[in-house]
T-cell receptor, first 111, second 116 residues
Framework: DQQVKQNSPSLSVQEGRISILNCDYTNSMFDYFLWYKKYPAEGPTFLISISSIKDKNEDGRFTVFLNKSAKHLSLHIVPSQPGDSAVYFCAASEYGQNFVFGPGTRLSVLP | GEEVAQTPKHLVRGEGQKAKLYCAPIKGHSYVFWYQQVLKNEFKFLISFQNENVFDETGMPKERFSAKCLPNSPCSLEIQATKLEDSAVYFC??????????????FGDGTRLSIL
């Protein structure tokens, strides 16, 4: 049973608009969450993280929102750029150990 | 170095042969993690090290898989008597710390293992 789910395998967004990527988890003990971006033939690149003591973390165009009661987090990218086209992975961990990754969402930003 | 370096990029082995993958973590990072990604699906955690000590091996298959992180050497992941199902991309990641002092993991570009 998947502990971290990303129910949208793919998402297409127009350049300049907002991209919203969603992630749900089942383990209430998870307390640290990360988003990674992955291009083909490369390793995942760390984007942004959030600890369970917060409900929002912002870094430039990237904002992560955490809703602990719903066990849901989302990544907002605004404005979206063609270079943002990649696969985005959500990851969660308990005590910063044993990161569990979701299956990924492929984002396509259309010019 | 400033990046996690994994070698080789691609490794081809016949079924039953041994495969050995290497990972040099970012300088100053104490933790090393190995993941297996099959068919572009989710990353499966295999094992982690704190310096040269096994930190968590709950994801390691009980047979054929072993890993080491020795001082002054790249970490390694070895698969004995490879099977077709071992074909995957193996990613290594490193971080400065683990536990409550949360730090993100930084990944290498992976080694693609193809078992024929």
């Amino acid at each position: 049973d998947q502990q971290v789910k990303q129910n949208s395998p793919s998402l297409s967004v127009q350049e300049g608009r907002i991209s919203i990527l969603n992630c749900d988890y089942t383990n209430s003990m998870f307390d640290y969450f990360l988003w990674y971006k992955k291009y083909p033939a490369e390793g995942p690149t760390f984007l942004i993280s959030i600890s369970s003591i917060k409900d929002k973390n912002e870094d430039g165009r990237f904002t992560v929102f955490l809703n602990k009661s719903a066990k849901h987090l989302s990544l907002h990218i605004v404005p979206s750029q063609p270079g943002d086209s990649a696969v985005y992975f959500c990851a969660a961990s308990e005590y910063g150990q044993n990161f569990v990754f979701g299956p990924g969402t492929r984002l396509s930003v259309l010019p | 170095g400033e990046e996690v370096a994994q070698t080789p990029k691609h490794l081809v082995r016949g079924e039953g042969q041994k495969a050995k993958l290497y990972c040099a973590p970012i300088k100053g990072h104490s933790y090393v993690f190995w993941y297996q990604q099959v068919l572009k699906n989710e990353f499966k955690f295999l094992i982690s090290f704190q310096n040269e000590n096994v930190f968590d091996e709950t994801g390691m298959p009980k047979e054929r898989f072993s890993a080491k992180c020795l001082p002054n050497s790249p970490c390694s992941l070895e698969i004995q008597a490879t099977k077709l199902e071992d074909s995957a991309v193996y990613f290594c990641a490193s971080s400065q710390s683990s536990g409550r002092n949360n730090q993100p993991q930084h990944f290498g570009d992976g080694t693609r293992l193809s078992i024929l």
